[in-house]
């Protein structure tokens, strides 16, 4: 992998990384924490926001994707790239309408349990995290 596509690579990742810290393990928790936000409110909110993080992230992988490409894949790379960009998929696939479907029904005022599909994404964000910094450090070292 050359230098310029290992730095384009690690620098999304890390950019990437950032936003999802930021969105997903402080904003998406603390909104519903704030004074007069209700859940309807929150959950408008975390709408908007998780649809526009979603649309960065697919920016972010495409941006890996290609540096990668362009650069030279080294077997490590790829790997964390596609891992990266298969939990994306997941996300984006799978959990998310299950989410929004869910907090239709919320925002129509019905009571409904706690969702799965929402800790299944926690916990997707979670293995996310760990991908982009090992996907980002890996890049730095090539």
């Known amino acids: 992998m050359d230098q310029t596509a ?4 690690a620098a999304a990742s890390f950019v990437w990384l950032g936003m999802v ?9 603390l909104k519903f924490r704030a004074p007069g936000v209700t ?7 975390g709408r908007v926001v998780f649809r526009a993080l979603n649309t960065a992230e697919v920016v972010w992988a495409i941006a890996i994707v290609v540096a990668s490409v362009l650069g030279g894949f080294p077997a490590p790379v790829a790997v964390l790239t596609g891992a990266v960009c298969l939990v994306l998929v997941v996300q984006l696939v799978l959990l998310r309408p ?3 479907r869910r907090s239709d029904r919320v925002l129509a005022g019905e009571d409904v349990p ?4 929402h800790h299944a994404y926690v916990a ?4 996310k995290v760990l991908a ?3 996907l980002g450090v890996t890049a730095l070292a090539r």
Do not use: K
């Open 6 to 9: 290992a730095a384009v690579a």
């Open 21 to 29: 810290l930021a969105i997903s393990f402080l904003e998406a928790p």
């Open 39 to 45: 859940i309807p409110l929150g959950l408008g909110i």
């Open 98 to 100: 299950r989410l929004a």
């Open 114 to 117: 706690r969702s799965r599909a």
């Open 124 to 127: 997707l964000e979670v293995v």
């Open 132 to 134: 982009l910094v090992a």
